[in-house]
């Protein structure tokens, strides 16, 4: 069944690609209209510029290395401890 879903949105993307510009704008505010709220307001909130302080540039480096080290914790382990 997923794989239905990826094939459907790989679908629609390609249809979106050669679909007119004056048609576009339709379906645009249609999508708009289908998402729901939170998710359009995310979708369309500017991207934050702010610059890392040096603290938080050293807790990503550390994160990325523990990644690394294969330290992670998996989806599926975090949905086991959640009990889902």
């Known amino acids: 069944m997923e794989l ?15 679909l007119p510009e004056e048609k576009l704008f339709a379906v645009h505010n249609l999508l708009e209209v289908l998402v729901e709220p939170l998710s359009r307001s995310l979708a369309m909130a500017p991207v934050e510029d702010e610059e890392l302080t040096p603290e938080t540039m050293a807790a990503l480096n550390r994160a990325s ?14 949905l086991r401890e959640f009990g889902l």
């Open 4 to 18: 239905d879903l990826v094939q459907q949105r790989q679908q629609a993307h390609l249809l979106l690609d050669v």
């Open 65 to 78: 290395a523990s990644l690394d080290r294969g330290e992670g914790v998996s989806h599926k382990e975090m």
